[in-house]
């Protein structure tokens, strides 16, 4: 509706008009009064709309007149969606580096490309800690098999549990799902437990479908009485790397995979495992250079007994009191010589309250193998 439109209407249409559309003091106005009140009563009417939205024609109907306007949206409209499909944009952003399970290469000189690896290393009896390696190929290809169902899949770190020892066992059980996320590549799992298992890698659909993209060696816990909690970065274990490599079971034969040793050796930058036995020469006499370079290996043990009973018995090993402790348990060392030793064990409470004996035989046998030389100069 324009001013022009509304000239061309006699005064009696425009007094029915406005009455219609509530202008107050209609009846005492002039033609042209009420042709600006008209106008203002439109302009009015579509502000609103204006506020709210971004520009879009409208039209308004007065009497049997149709005007179209236009709604031109305000600089905060404006302003406003930017910075929604901006959080939008953020957001989406952030989802898929959180999906995105591929591993990053490693800068520097030593510079390599990324394969696909996992590795379970055991770092206490309450601890695991996997290390992964994932290619952008082995994502691609899991959102390729996955479809419109990689939309929904969650990155997952599942913890299998074996039943069997064979590095290939069909009876696995999954016991855990942790969902983890991009931009890592190792994480360390708590176990309550005492079990064997291997871990794998992959995304979790919301149908329970799994598409698996790696999966780790096997490894034992060990019971939480033989060994302590292991720290959890690289640099500090390595005093003691040779026993978190055999618990992760890095000198097991049924361990045929090479990737946990080939982990440590990049980690630790040194080689595991005993040193090969190549080009070794029996000694032949006093004069060899073994002899000369004073090597030797001396092998001694002890044997440790252990046990509990009453707090107030009395225990003896070998006719020898042993100190019992305010719980019943009691503990000694006993030397080990190379020969075949009975070791009784009583233990007795006062009054009467009876008498029992265990009996332990324990024989040494050590045997010292012939020496051998390396020949250093043979190539």
């Given at each position: 509706?324009?001013?022009?439109?509304?000239?061309?209407?006699p005064v009696r249409d425009l007094a029915r008009l406005a009455k219609q559309h509530g202008v107050a003091g209609w009846h005492a106005m002039r033609k042209d009064q009420l042709i600006k009140a008209l106008v203002r009563k439109a302009k009015s009417a579509l502000q609103p709309d204006t506020r709210r939205s971004a520009a879009r024609p409208a039209t308004v109907t007065i009497g049997r007149t149709k005007a179209v306007v236009v709604q031109v949206a305000s600089p905060a409209a404006i302003a406003h969606a930017a910075e929604v499909a901006r959080r939008i944009a953020e957001a989406r952003d952030r989802i898929a580096k959180a999906k995105n399970l591929a591993t990053q290469p490693e800068g520097g000189r030593g510079k390599r490309a990324v394969r696909d690896r996992m590795v379970l290393m055991?770092?206490?009896?309450?601890?695991?800690?996997?290390?992964?390696?994932?290619?952008?190929?082995?994502?691609?290809?899991?959102?390729?098999?996955?479809?419109?169902?990689?939309?929904?899949?969650?990155?997952?770190?599942?913890?299998?549990?074996?039943?069997?020892?064979?590095?290939?066992?069909?009876?696995?059980?999954?016991?855990?799902?942790?969902?983890?996320?991009?931009?890592?590549?190792?994480?360390?799992?708590?176990?309550?437990?005492?079990?064997?298992?291997?871990?794998?890698?992959?995304?979790?659909?919301?149908?329970?479908?799994?598409?698996?993209?790696?999966?780790?060696?096997?490894?034992?816990?060990?019971?939480?009485?033989?060994?302590?909690?292991?720290?959890?970065?690289?640099?500090?274990?390595?005093?003691?790397?040779?026993?978190?490599?055999?618990?992760?079971?890095?000198?097991?034969?049924?361990?045929?995979?090479?990737?946990?040793?080939?982990?440590?050796?990049?980690?630790?930058?040194?080689?595991?495992?005993?040193?090969?036995?190549?080009?070794?020469?029996?000694?032949?006499?006093?004069?060899?250079?073994?002899?000369?370079?004073?090597?030797?290996?001396?092998?001694?043990?002890?044997?440790?007994?252990?046990?509990?009973?009453?707090?107030?018995?009395?225990?003896?090993?070998?006719?020898?009191?042993?100190?019992?402790?305010?719980?019943?348990?009691?503990?000694?060392?006993?030397?080990?010589?190379?020969?075949?030793?009975?070791?009784?064990?009583?233990?007795?409470?006062?009054?009467?309250?009876?008498?029992?004996?265990?009996?332990?035989?324990?024989?040494?046998?050590?045997?010292?193998?012939?020496?051998?030389?390396?020949?250093?100069?043979?190539?």
């Amino acid at each position: 509706m324009t001013s022009a439109s509304l000239k061309e209407k006699p005064v009696r249409d425009l007094a029915r008009l406005a009455k219609q559309h509530g202008v107050a003091g209609w009846h005492a106005m002039r033609k042209d009064q009420l042709i600006k009140a008209l106008v203002r009563k439109a302009k009015s009417a579509l502000q609103p709309d204006t506020r709210r939205s971004a520009a879009r024609p409208a039209t308004v109907t007065i009497g049997r007149t149709k005007a179209v306007v236009v709604q031109v949206a305000s600089p905060a409209a404006i302003a406003h969606a930017a910075e929604v499909a901006r959080r939008i944009a953020e957001a989406r952003d952030r989802i898929a580096k959180a999906k995105n399970l591929a591993t990053q290469p490693e800068g520097g000189r030593g510079k390599r490309a990324v394969r696909d690896r996992m590795v379970l290393m055991v770092r206490g009896p309450h601890w695991l800690h996997a290390f992964w390696e994932v290619s952008p190929r082995s994502i691609e290809r899991a959102q390729s098999a996955l479809g419109q169902e990689w939309h929904g899949a969650r990155p997952v770190l599942r913890v299998l549990k074996m039943e069997s020892k064979l590095q290939a066992s069909p009876s696995e059980q999954v016991v855990r799902e942790i969902e983890v996320h991009g931009g890592v590549k190792n994480w360390f799992i708590d176990i309550r437990e005492s079990l064997r298992c291997r871990v794998e890698l992959g995304y979790l659909t919301a149908a329970r479908r799994f598409h698996s993209l790696v999966r780790s060696n096997a490894v034992s816990t060990p019971p939480a009485s033989q060994c302590d909690t292991l720290d959890s970065h690289w640099g500090e274990i390595v005093d003691d790397c040779d026993r978190i490599y055999a618990m992760s079971g890095g000198f097991s034969p049924e361990n045929n995979s090479t990737e946990l040793q080939e982990l440590f050796e990049e980690r630790l930058r040194r080689p595991m495992g005993p040193p090969t036995p190549t080009r070794l020469q029996p000694v032949t006499g006093e004069g060899d250079d073994t002899t000369r370079s004073g090597f030797q290996l001396e092998v001694d043990a002890e044997l440790i007994i252990y046990g509990a009973t009453r707090p107030d018995a009395y225990v003896t090993l070998k006719g020898e009191p042993v100190k019992v402790q305010a719980d019943g348990t009691f503990r000694v060392r006993v030397d080990m010589p190379n020969k075949r030793q009975v070791l009784p064990i009583v233990a007795s409470v006062p009054q009467g309250g009876g008498r029992q004996t265990v009996v332990m035989a324990i024989e040494r046998n050590t045997k010292a193998m012939e020496p051998y030389s390396r020949d250093v100069h043979e190539e």
